[in-house]
């Protein structure tokens, strides 16, 4: 059938399918009414049929509280196809799968033909292997527009992805709207101009680049966003990365040692060395931005970011060697782990969860705190086994933003190859970590950040294909050993899946390489990192 991800069984009856016509009809029973008006409204859009609902319906949602949330089962036998479900979000996904089965033309806009729908008789068994299965987008370096966004959404669940984490705040813009710091998205929200390429070729495009998110906009995405069975994580990166910040709020740098008035928001990729101080202001202020955060995304976890902050000018400044005094703190990495420490019991208290990258174990992990180990496995590793959840997405394997084969017709080919069968054979769970230790990875993440792509084209190429196969990684009961998996299966099924794409206007990599349009030719990426550490 060509299903991605696969599921967990499928078998084919000697039985007739299900033919659909004007007269077929569909309905579900309570909890289901997301998935079939979702249903009804992308089939009818690519079939022209009402689907409308009746008492017995040919085509019928339920849910059943012996199956897990997010499980669900599929029968078609006999003229008519029965969906169960243990939850709405397991509904969503057997209506995804439903939505495969009829095959690519199921996902136009609009019907190519009216007659010849059908499903075929089988019987599907299905559930996921992690309840986190994610993809960052890095909204703040390039802006994607909400139509983007949502956009993105739909194409994360037709691929039964559930987290979207969503990078708000870098040094490069600011895209959260704040009400009480307007000057956050005002002065935080753009910058002047943009390193094309990496800064060793020295190059910007000299043309001004922002937009943020209002809140009735980010509204709008969590409520979309979960009629689709995601969540919406929100990234907030502090106390590093945050020159976007601190040029719209120049008293929340270290003004003892850099004049914080003279910044404005980065125009380089990397990372500045403009980072917070440490006042109970700056706290203040921060807790203020989460108040109003909180109010608009309800997601347990929210993601702190923690990573990549130069401790440069916590040396230098008198204000922060004193705070370390004060609080009896042995070294700068110390203070980091306080200041993390202070928000992880901040949201504690409001009922949340604060999730950081694998950095915030440095000087000691915030109790309770999960992590997004980014830096390869072994931080993932040492935070599963001190108890602590974890969220596999190592850059060696699913950064996507990285390049999808050697060669120069690669477009700003950024770190390691990471082609569509190394990311299908990306393993989350490291079989150095014992049992117990491996129930605390929760999931795993593709990360796609967005120096290198620059609007939506460039984000499809660098996504897709190889989010399909991420998605089978995050879904699917594959071996552990990744050499015994069946790529030559998975390269058949995405024969299937390419034209489901192209449906869909997916603007993915060829298998046979890029288009021409698709090339940057002479734009340099970030120099080629060697092969990906042992697991």
């Known amino acids: ?56 319906p040919d085509i019928e949602l339920r ?54 729908w059908s499903l075929p008789a089988c019987t599907i068994a299905d559930a996921p292997r992690f309840g986190w299965r994610g993809v960052l987008l890095d909204v703040s370096r390039h802006f994607l527009p909400k139509a983007g966004l949502l956009r993105y959404v739909d194409l994360l669940a037709a691929h039964k992805l559930n987290v979207l984490h969503l990078h708000l705040t870098d040094d490069q813009g600011w895209r959260f709207e704040v009400r009480r710091y307007p000057r956050l998205t005002a002065t935080g929200g753009w910058r002047e101009r943009s390193m094309v390429g990496f800064r060793a070729a020295n190059r910007r495009d000299d043309r001004p680049h922002g937009g943020f998110y209002t ?16 969540t919406v994580v929100p990234e907030i990166d502090l106390p590093g990365h945050m020159q976007a910040a601190i040029a719209a709020y120049p008293e929340l740098g270290n003004t003892d040692v850099v004049d914080t ?17 440490v006042s109970d202001a700056t706290l203040a202020f921060f807790e203020g931005v989460l108040e109003e955060l909180l109010e608009v995304f309800p997601s347990e976890f929210v993601h702190f970011g923690g990573d990549e902050c130069p ?14 005094r004060e609080l009896g703190l042995a070294d700068e990495d110390a203070l980091q782990s306080w ?95 014992d049992p117990v230790s491996a129930r605390h990875v929760i999931g795993t993440q593709a990360n796609l950040w967005s120096e290198f792509a620059d609007d939506a084209r460039d984000l499809d190429f660098r996504a897709f294909p190889r989010l399909a ?3 089978e990684v995050a879904w699917s009961a594959l071996p552990a050993d990744p050499a015994a998996r069946d790529w030559p299966g998975f390269e058949r099924r995405m024969r ?40």
């Open 63 to 116: 849910l059943d509280a012996a199956l897990g949330p997010e499980e669900y089962r599929i029968t078609v036998a006999d003229g008519r196809a029965l969906l169960t479900a243990g939850g709405a979000g397991g509904a969503g996904w057997a209506a995804q799968t439903l939505r495969q089965l009829l095959g690519p033309e199921a996902y136009r806009g609009a019907p190519l033909r009216r007659t010849g």
């Open 261 to 277: 008035a003279a910044l404005g928001v980065w125009t380089d990729w990397g990372v500045s060395p403009n980072v917070l101080n």
């Open 469 to 471: 196969a991420f998605a």
């Open 311 to 324: 401790k440069d000018q916590w040396r230098a400044s008198p204000a922060a060697q004193a705070r370390m």
């Open 496 to 535: 299937t899946h390419y034209a489901r794409l192209d449906a869909l206007g997916v603007e993915y990599r060829p298998p046979g390489g890029p288009h021409p349009w698709q090339r940057r030719p002479g734009v340099l990426g970030r120099p080629a990192a060697g092969p990906p550490p042992a697991v």
């Open 215 to 230: 809140q009735d906009d980010l509204r709008e995405l969590v409520a979309y966003a979960a009629e689709r069975g995601i």
């Open 339 to 433: 200041f993390i420490g202070h928000f992880d019991r901040w949201l504690a208290a409001r009922g949340r969860r604060l999730i950081g990258w694998d950095e915030i174990l440095e000087g000691g992990l915030a109790p309770g705190a999960a992590v997004s180990s980014w830096r390869g496995y072994a931080g993932g590793v040492a935070a599963a086994r001190a108890g602590h959840d974890v969220v596999m997405c190592p850059e060696q394997h699913v950064y996507l933003d990285h390049r999808q084969a050697d060669g120069e017709d690669e477009p700003i080919p950024v770190g390691f190859v990471r082609s569509l069968e190394d990311v299908y054979r990306f393993e989350p769970v490291p079989p150095s970590l």
């Open 1 to 56: 059938m060509d299903l991605i991800p696969a599921p967990s069984s499928a078998g084919f009856p000697d039985a007739q399918g299900l033919s659909l016509g004007p007269r077929t009809t569909m309905d579900g029973g309570p909890g289901t009414g997301a998935a079939v008006q979702w249903l009804r409204t992308v089939l009818g859009a690519a079939t022209g049929l009402p689907l409308a609902p009746a008492p017995s």
